[in-house]
């Protein structure tokens, strides 16, 4: 059973920067598509960028692709999120997701991912 756990969220102020991770368990091979999303209260769960193991093939939304950078080591079977001159508007619980075979070409959609880790806060002051 696939397993992820998110961890480095924190408080940070505006300009700053954090990296999360997100270590995975359960996964067998390299032919999972792992994906950052995030959750601002009273907003729609948001897919931020996505990486298929096999190959390191990269997505990103455009909200983020400027500041924001996914990366995976797959010995460690961690996946990381760097985040770089975050703003308030950055503030959300920051999720990582997977499924099996590749990531989507452009939207990164919740509905097609099926494992799930519990989330991370991050929270950017102004």
């Known amino acids: 059973q696939v397993q992820l756990v998110e961890s480095g969220g924190g408080s940070v102020q505006a300009g700053g920067s954090l990296r999360l991770s997100c270590v995975a368990s359960?996964?067998?091979?390299?032919?999972?598509?792992m994906a950052w999303f995030r959750q601002a209260p009273g907003k729609e769960r948001e897919g931020l960028a996505g990486i298929y193991l096999r190959g390191g093939n990269t997505v990103y939304a455009d909200s983020v692709k400027d500041r924001f950078t996914i990366s995976q080591d797959y010995a460690k079977n961690t996946l990381y999120l760097q985040m770089n001159s975050l703003k308030p508007e950055d503030t959300a619980v920051y999720y990582c997701?997977?499924?099996?075979?590749?990531?989507?070409?452009?939207?990164?959609?919740?509905?097609?991912?099926?494992?799930w880790g519990q989330g991370t806060q991050v929270t950017v002051s102004s």
């Open positions: 997701a997977t499924k099996y075979f590749t990531c989507p070409e452009r939207e990164i959609s919740s509905a097609d991912f099926a494992f």
């Open positions: 359960g996964i067998s091979n390299s032919r999972y598509c």
